[in-house]
């Protein structure tokens, strides 16, 4: 099944920053993950941003730079900052299903990133998150900018 997405979709989703809890994830990553559920959070990605970056099938790495108290996602680097940049691997989740299946796919499930605490400080668990999908233009990237609401 090819989810098809439309140039007129909504291009801002609202999201909640988690804890990362082993209980909610699937068994696939629970070995990767153990040692760090206490020094990160975990964002979960709106699926039409993940494949407008194009993270999403290929699982390329994800560049998350900030700004102040503004996160931004992208498939490159964005030339921000280097001390403000950092590359993560996101995970794929079962939004609507079982959390700990380990039958995942990329074709209808979504992706999570866990980001390191000290790396934002400003977010913490219960946060009402705003993500926003910025088309490319000129020398930019495409990326998403995510703030809290």
Known sequence: MVMRIDETADTSKKSIVRELR???????YEEELKDITEDVLRFDFPINYSIWLGFHYDAHDLYISKKGHTLFFSCHDMGHDPTENIILKSYLYKPKGFPKSDN??????????????????????????TYTFVKEHDEIERHVVCNVS
């Open 22 to 28: 082993l209980e909610e994830v699937s068994t696939l």
């Open 104 to 129: 995942l796919d990329m074709h209808t499930d979504s992706r999570f990133v866990c980001i390191p605490k000290y790396f934002i400080e400003e977010y913490n668990v219960g946060d009402s998150i």
